[in-house]
């Protein structure tokens, strides 16, 4: 099945189904137009699982990132564009990315700025990819001061969400898609919370079939915030519940060890606390049904579940994270906060003492 999403007035598919991988190759050769060369930067471990069902690809040069969070940093996006360089990219040339969210988030990066933009296909590998990373053109990489610090806007020019290449994502890295999922379920509406709610056992056994409609249903939600708001000047914000928390976690256990979808789930938690605190939830039983899907999903509900002596993730420290908060000035951070489902305060600013209060 073809989702088609609109960034910037430019159309991207997204195609999503099992065995996609085969045909990667014959769509840029059919579709993409005055391709001249092509460079796949790629996941060290999804290659391995994964290269050999690139049809087409023998003689492609491949860039390899080292696997996960590491590969977004200014280090790798040097190499990345060397490797640009190296082979002689031009701008009608394209780059592949073979990948979770942060090759893709690489990879779109460097397609962004070597020679002032190229083409890129994202081939998304990870659950949380194809539900979300991969959607909607953002691309960055962490800065010792924070994550996701340096980065742009640009669109890939097609998507490809093979489901059957999910089979290899680790329980961990599975979970942290969900993380994400139920982020997109809250914001798209009842019917797809109701949907990943039913479906619980099949998505965590996953059956491909639940998958591949779970999947399009959440490009086709965030498909649609992205279109209305491709810049992230409004409506798009919505798309960061939760994240001023997770990314303020991440940036404490210095991005390793706790996934991104994983500090996602309690970041959404610890948004539900904050908008109990100061009453602005219409929905008082939100916090429970949330909670308890998460629980079911194998996501953790608090910071607590999330501390460790290795990983004491410091109110001071996390405090610290939030100066950088990309949506409120130096300092003063803005939270995205649940109302509802479907229904959110997109910039609250939150007192000190009840943040110190919610991070304890
Ligand atoms: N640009 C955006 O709009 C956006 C949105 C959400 C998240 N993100 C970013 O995405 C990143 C998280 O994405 P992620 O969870 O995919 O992380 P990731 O890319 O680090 O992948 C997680 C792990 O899964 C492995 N993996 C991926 N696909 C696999 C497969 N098919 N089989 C076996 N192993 C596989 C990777 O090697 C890695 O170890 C974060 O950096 C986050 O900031 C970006």
């Given at each position: 099945?073809?989702?088609?999403?609109?960034?910037?007035?430019?159309?991207?598919?997204?195609?999503?189904?099992?065995?996609?991988?085969?045909?990667?190759r014959d769509f840029i050769d059919a579709e993409l137009s005055d391709v001249d060369r092509i460079l796949l930067i790629a996941d060290g471990r999804v290659l391995e699982h994964h290269g050999a069902r690139l049809r087409g690809f023998v003689g492609v040069p491949v860039h390899v990132l080292p696997s996960g969070e590491v590969a977004k940093s200014l280090r790798q996006l040097e190499l990345a564009l060397a490797a640009c360089a190296d082979e002689g990219l031009s701008r009608s040339s394209v780059i592949v990315s073979l990948g979770g969210g942060a090759t893709s988030d690489l990879a779109g990066l460097t397609a962004s700025l070597f020679k002032r933009g190229l083409r890129v296909v994202h081939i998304a590998t990870s659950l949380l990819a194809q539900v979300d990373a991969s959607i909607g053109g953002k691309t960055a990489i962490n800065l010792p001061a924070g994550k996701n610090l340096a980065g742009t806007f640009h669109a890939p020019?097609?998507?490809?969400?093979?489901?059957?290449?999910?089979?290899?994502?680790?329980?961990?890295?599975?979970?942290?898609?969900?993380?994400?999922?139920?982020?997109?379920?809250?914001?798209?509406?009842?019917?797809q919370l109701a949907f990943v709610e039913q479906n619980v056992d099949a998505i965590l056994e996953r059956d491909l079939d639940v998958v591949a409609d779970l999947v399009r249903r959440c490009v086709e939600a965030k498909g649609a915030v992205v279109t209305e708001d491709p810049f992230e000047e409004g409506p798009r914000r919505v798309l960061n519940l939760g994240h001023t928390f997770a990314h303020a976690i991440e940036f404490a256990a210095g991005y390793t060890g706790i996934a991104h979808g994983v500090a996602v789930a309690c970041g959404i938690g610890l948004a539900l606390e904050a908008a109990q605190e100061i009453d602005l939830l219409e929905d008082a039983d939100l916090p429970k049904r949330v909670n308890r899907l998460f629980g079911r999903l194998g996501l953790p509900r608090t910071i607590l579940e999330l501390r460790s002596p290795m990983r004491p993730l410091a109110p001071s420290v996390l405090m610290r994270a939030f100066e950088h908060d990309k949506k409120g000035r130096f300092g003063e951070p803005r939270f995205v906060l649940p109302k509802a489902v479907g229904r959110f305060d997109l910039s609250v600013k939150l007192d000190g003492e009840l943040l110190e209060h919610l991070l304890r």
């Open positions: 099945m073809i989702a088609t999403i609109a960034i910037d007035s430019a159309a991207c598919p997204v195609h999503i189904g099992p065995e996609l991988l085969e045909g990667v020019t097609a998507i490809f969400a093979d489901t059957s290449i999910l089979r290899t994502v680790s329980p961990l890295d599975w979970r942290a898609g969900l993380g994400e999922v139920v982020k997109t379920a809250l914001i798209a509406g009842e019917a």
